[in-house]
Nanobody, 121 residues
């Protein structure tokens, strides 16, 4: 089982990025998918949680209205569209997955290695 993130980079405040998470060794069917981030010196933060069986999503207030999670089952890929980026969005972003429908803050089974997003003001 492997999750590989991509799409990170350096952008300016107000710009957009789309992160991708490709899964190998399993499918995203009936899974819980989470995107997390960790900034230097800070604790890891969940930025979205999605259950693929019903498509339910959750966003914390810090990103709600700016970030959108989506998936492409044919490509076994999950995306995180990030708009109107702010300097405080600078972090390493991780994709994670677990079987079935769980709370993303209860611990995820599989993790990617992360992709760095830097937002410059």
């Amino acid at each position: 089982v492997q999750l590989v993130e991509s799409g990170g980079g350096l952008v300016q405040t107000g710009e957009s990025l789309r992160l991708s998470c490709v899964a190998s060794g399993f499918t995203f069917d009936d899974k819980t998918i989470g995107w997390f981030r960790q900034a230097p010196g800070k604790e890891r933060e969940m930025v979205t949680c999605m259950t693929t069986k019903d498509g339910a999503t959750y966003y914390p207030a810090s990103v709600k209205g700016r970030f959108t999670v989506s998936g492409n089952s044919a490509e076994n890929t999950v995306y995180l569209q990030m708009n109107n980026l702010k300097s405080e969005d600078t972090a390493v972003y991780y994709c994670a997955a677990s079987n079935g429908a769980i709370r993303c803050d209860s611990g995820m089974d599989y993790w990617g290695k992360g992709t760095l997003v830097t937002v410059s003001s």
